[in-house]
């Protein structure tokens, strides 16, 4: 099993990065955020999870130990493979994920992860006492009713979900996050 991985990055792409450790070029799986981190440096260091199927071996990289974690816990849940669990971790924070999972809110599941109901719920059932979360916060409210607002304006599902993610959990409340997410979405072009 490899569980952690340092070297040179000699290339990145949409899906994965290519590190070279010891002269071997290993394929690194990675969230598009983690992806855009490690490709503005020469040398990174990440948690892994090697992936065994019957034609592959594929390698997940993260840079917190908390997201490979979580990833790992996704896969725990039945009709979660790698990608799926990557796929979920791609669009929402490990603490959104947490909450989400804390509230039962399988609602939010399918919007951030573009999973089906029945695989949400499952996610929620299987999670809720293995993931734990912090307080129960207005901000998953707000995202999701952001989200909806967002999306009614114009802006496509991505670049909303790609704004929510990245505004800080201490912003609570379904006003505060749109003002929030409308100032990132009009800066980058939106």
């Known amino acids: 099993m490899i569980g952690h991985i340092k070297g040179t990055v000699l290339e990145t792409n949409t899906e994965y990065a290519l590190i070279d450790v010891g002269h071997i070029g290993y394929i690194v799986f990675a969230t598009p955020d983690t992806l855009h981190t490690i490709g ?3 040398t990174v260091a990440l948690w892994t999870h090697l992936a065994v199927r019957e034609n592959a071996l594929d390698l997940y990289g993260f840079i917190e130990k908390d997201e490979l974690e ?3 816990l996704l896969l725990s849940v039945s009709g979660i493979g ?3 669990a990557l796929g979920i971790l791609s669009i929402t924070t490990v603490e959104t994920l947490r909450k989400a999972v804390a509230e039962e809110n399988s609602t939010y599941l399918t919007k951030v992860s573009g999973i089906g109901k029945k695989t949400a719920q ?3 059932i299987e999670l809720k006492d293995k993931l734990g979360a912090g ?4 901000s998953l409210k707000g995202d999701e009713d952001a989200l909806e607002a967002l999306v009614a304006m114009g802006y496509s599902l991505s670049e909303v979900r ?3 993610r990245s505004l800080p959990q201490t912003l609570e409340g379904s006003n505060e996050r749109l ?3 409308l100032k990132l ?3 980058n072009g939106g």
């Open 40 to 42: 503005k440096t020469k």
């Open 70 to 72: 979580v990833f790992e």
């Open 82 to 84: 790698p990608k799926s």
């Open 122 to 124: 499952k996610i929620v």
């Open 135 to 138: 307080g129960e916060s207005d």
């Open 162 to 164: 790609k704004a929510l």
């Open 179 to 181: 003002r929030e997410a």
């Open 185 to 187: 979405l009009g800066t």
